[in-house]
């Protein structure tokens, strides 16, 4: 499995921004279809966005589409996400993952998780 690292997470204000970025050590992550999740406090985990290897092909879950968008940068070897208009319903820890394709399955291999959390 490859080994994910999450990192950008922290307190923002509502209507704020973060960026949130996935890294892999050891291997590229250009090899993979890579999602976000993410799990608030007592609730399950949630998908969040997928990119395709190619970066060509994303999906995302209704609640964070057109403020939220995933993308790959093939050259430094990470996945991000672009969290803009944040509200309080997007504190959670999110994390990265590989998935099938874009779909909101992943393989299993997760990272330790970066908190976001948005304050009213």
């Known amino acids: 499995q490859v080994q994910l690292v999450e990192s950008g997470g922290g307190l923002v204000q509502a209507g704020g921004s973060l960026r949130l970025s996935c890294a892999a050590s050891?291997?590229?992550?250009?090899?993979?279809?890579m999602g976000w999740f993410r799990q608030a406090p007592g609730k399950e985990r949630e998908f969040v966005a997928a990119?395709?290897?190619?970066?060509?092909?994303?999906s995302y879950a209704d609640s964070v589409k057109g403020r939220f968008t995933i993308s790959r940068d093939i050259a430094k070897n990470t996945v991000s996400l672009q969290m803009k208009s944040l509200n309080p319903e997007d504190t959670a820890v999110y994390y990265c993952t590989t998935t099938f394709g874009v779909s909101r399955i992943s393989k299993g291999s997760w990272g330790q998780g970066t908190q976001v959390t948005v304050s009213s």
């Open positions: 050891g291997r590229s992550l250009n090899n993979y279809d």
């Open positions: 990119i395709g290897r190619n970066g060509a092909i994303t």
